[in-house]
Structures are given as C-alpha cells and as structure tokens.
C-alpha cells in the first residue's frame, strides 16, 4: 500500500515558510498536497517578505512559527516529551550533548545546537499531535539541527534537501545528519559528490532537482534580439550573485557602443552599493533597479528580456548558488541565459548548448559571453531549444516531487 493510498501526514521544515527567495519549497509542499499527503508546514521563521499569491495564502494561515513562539510554550513542550518519554529524551540529550564537542561548546554553532534541541521538542509534539510519519527539512543547518532532534524524540524518521549555503558556508555534522536520516537529498551531483568527500554515505544521497512549473513559465515564441537590447537579472542583492560584476560587464559592452538596456530585479543588503555602483560608473542611462518582483510577476517580466543574466560567484565567507531555479524559470520560457561555471549550474547549463558560460568573478569573460550570445542568432535560436527541451526534461517540478514521494515510500 502506498504512501498516497493511506492519505499519511509529513510535516515539512524550512527557514521560512512561505518564502518569496525558496518558492521551491512552498511549490514542493503545495505539490505534495496535491499528490494526496497532508503536509504540516513548519516554520523557523516569520517570513521577512510575505509571499502575495492566492494559492500560499491557505498554506501560510496554518504554517508553525517556531522562533516567533514564547519560551514558555517551548519549555511546557521539553516537559510533555521528557514526562511521557524520559529514557528516549535523556539519550538524544546526550547525542546532543555529543554534537556539541564535535563543533565545540565555546562557538556559536554549538550553543545554537543546544537551543535548537530546546526548541525540538516543540516540534515533536507537533509530529505527534498530527501523527506525522516522517519529517522532512528544507537547508542542511539549521531547520535540518531542529528535524534530527525532533524526528528522534518522536521517533520517526527524517531526512533533508541540501543547496548552497547551507553545505559551503554552515555546513556542521553534515556526515552525522547523513547517518541518522532515512535519506538525504540535494539539487545537484556537484553537491553529491561534496558530501561523500567529507564522508557521507553516498547510497544514502539522492540527487533531486529544485523543479519549475511547466505551465507556469511556457517559453514564448523564438524571435532573434535586436538592439536596443533588454538585458535582465533577477536575485537577491548578495555577493555570491555577483551583480557588481555584472554591472562591470555592462560597462565594457557600453564603451564599446552595444546599445542595450539593463534592468536589475530584487533587492537585498547590498542594493544601496550597488546603484552607486552603477552610478560611478556612469551607467545611469541604461541600467534601471525595479525592486522586487511577486512571484506571479516573474513569468510575464522574463518575457520582456532578450537576455537573461546571472553572473554567480564564491562569497567571501565560500558561499555560493547551487543551481538558481531563475535561470530554469529564464530558460523555460525562452530566454537565451548566461551564466558562470560554478557548482551546478554547468549541469543545468552546458556551455553553447543551452546558453554560455563565463569565468566567475571575470567582468571581462561576462561581457564577452554575453555579446557573444547577442551576436549571434543561431546561437540563441539553438540554447533556447535546447534550454526548453532540458528543464522540461530534467528540472519539472512534477517529475521531481514525483522522486521525492518514491523515497518517502521506501521507508513505510
């Protein structure tokens, strides 16, 4: 008897739910509910930015915020699981305690580990009041800490989605997470192969694209650019997206008399930098900063744009995307993309396949491979084809929610 048949529960855990910057995984979510699964959507967060779409509204309205929650509330749940479970509590206490000493006590990822069993508990009540029968997390760190200890107090299973951040930046007793879970996922066979070189059990790491809708971002008929160019880019204004070297790029094609027009989308930290950026380098007069843009108006924006642009790049810290479902939302809806040959993305985008690759953090090689793309009709008509017939084919949200259920099967 399948999972679907018998109509289980799983609860879900992510930073934020629903977030404007994940929409993987409320669309995840969402798809699961519409396989058949209750799914019980749980929160660390309150959402810096509310998603305004009629479909989250009703997953939003019952979503668990678990830092917004008193401590009060959070010390009443330690005591419900340690009254009705103290052999099981006192053991995870001391994995937990275990953990600690493998990061170290002293820094902040081992007192956060501490509060993160706290505030496990909480979870684990949740899990037991609907009658979870597995817990899956969203972000290898932090929701990740919290699904381990929760998912062993109420002993049930787990498992966890890897991405970026997350492994290069935060990545903690990722091989211990690995061992304890039922499973784990991550986007991309870049991160796969990561995780095995610091230990984790690749029988247990699956591969499971971040997917888009089909319907959602259908690709516009194929028309050859002409100048005055549009030129976009959509992301969060951090590092790692690497829109200052973007706006250096757009320098040099300026100098060199391409007429284009390049609008900026989204906003973040370094927004303020980079609009004296722009300004500094004297790009007033064709780059334009639109502000974020609701998920409902990305499909319709995208098709406006001859070009599509991300230039991702190593953080400071070693940060970095893993494969940026806007560049699958670009290339499926017939946008000819460029990029950089970083993590993933070579393996959504193979350089004069499905659009061009430059070198990260090389304003030089990016206004290079975009003119290149520009210049060339063949070229776009040939990476928006193959663009199109490789997302539908590897990156479908359907067919990816479609791998997630199988694995949750294997368990039951």
């Known amino acids: 008897m399948t999972v679907q048949s018998e109509m289980k529960t799983i609860a879900y855990i992510a930073p934020e739910i629903p977030a404007l910057s994940a929409t993987f995984v409320y669309n995840e979510v969402l798809g699961l509910e519409g396989k058949g699964f209750d799914v019980v959507p749980i929160s660390v967060h309150v959402p810096s930015t509310l998603v305004k779409e009629d479909r989250v509204a009703a997953l939003a309205s019952r979503v668990h915020y678990l830092y917004a929650e008193s401590i009060l509330s959070l010390l009443l749940a330690n005591v419900i699981i340690l009254f009705c479970t103290p052999l099981n509590f006192i053991?995870?206490?001391?994995?937990?305690?275990?953990?600690v000493l493998r990061v170290g006590l002293s820094n902040r990822i081992g007192l956060g580990l501490l509060y993160r069993f706290f505030?496990?508990?909480?979870?684990?009540?949740?899990?037991?009041?609907?009658?979870?029968?597995?817990?899956?997390?969203?972000?290898?760190?932090?929701?990740?800490?919290?699904?381990?200890?929760?998912?062993?107090?109420?002993?049930?299973?787990?498992?966890?989605?890897?991405?970026?951040?997350?492994?290069f930046e935060r990545g903690w007793l990722l091989p211990q997470k690995i061992t304890r879970s039922q499973f784990a996922v991550t986007i991309s066979e870049f991160n796969k192969e990561y995780l095995c070189s610091l230990g984790g059990d690749g029988?247990?790491?699956?591969?499971?694209?971040?997917?888009?809708?089909?319907?959602?971002?259908?690709?516009?008929?194929?028309?050859?650019?002409?100048?005055?160019?549009?030129?976009g880019t959509l992301g969060r204004m951090v590092?790692?997206?690497?829109?200052?070297?973007?706006?250096?790029?757009?320098?040099?094609l300026h100098e060199n008399n391409v007429e284009f027009e390049l609008l900026i989308a989204g906003s973040g930290p370094l927004e303020d930098y980079l609009k004296k950026l722009s300004q500094q380098l004297a790009l007033d007069r064709v780059v334009y900063f639109v502000g974020s843009l609701p998920h409902k108006d990305v499909p319709p924006w995208l098709k406006t744009l001859d070009l599509f642009v991300l230039p991702c790049q190593k953080d400071k810290n070693g940060d970095m995307d893993g494969i940026p479902v806007v560049?699958?939302?670009?290339?499926?809806?017939?946008i000819p993309v460029v990029s950089t040959k970083l993590s993933g993305i070579p393996e959504l985008i193979g350089h004069g396949k499905e659009g061009i690759l430059a070198e990260p953090k090389s304003p030089e090689s990016l206004a290079s491979a975009i003119w290149r793309l520009l210049d060339d009709d063949a070229l776009q008509c040939k990476c928006v084809g193959s663009g199109v017939e490789k997302v539908e084919k590897e990156f479908d949200a359907e067919s990816n929610i479609k791998k997630i259920i199988k694995l949750f099967e294997k368990g039951t």
């Not at 009041?129 to 990740?144: D, E, G, I, M, R």
């Not at 590092?239 to 040099?252: H, N, P, Q, S, T």
């Open 119 to 167: 505030v496990a508990s909480r979870v684990a009540v949740i899990l037991k009041n609907n009658k979870c029968f597995h817990l899956h997390a969203h972000f290898a760190h932090v929701p990740t800490d919290i699904a381990m200890y929760a998912a062993l107090l109420a002993d049930i299973p787990f498992s966890f989605t890897s991405h970026a951040n997350d492994l």
């Open 239 to 252: 590092e790692k997206k690497g829109f200052d070297i973007l706006l250096r790029a757009a320098m040099i």
């Open 203 to 231: 029988e247990k790491i699956h591969v499971v694209r971040c997917g888009v809708n089909s319907d959602t971002f259908a690709a516009r008929p194929f028309n050859p650019c002409t100048p005055p160019y549009t030129i």
């Open 91 to 99: 053991k995870i206490l001391f994995t937990v305690l275990g953990d």
């Open 327 to 334: 560049l699958m939302e670009a290339m499926l809806s017939g």
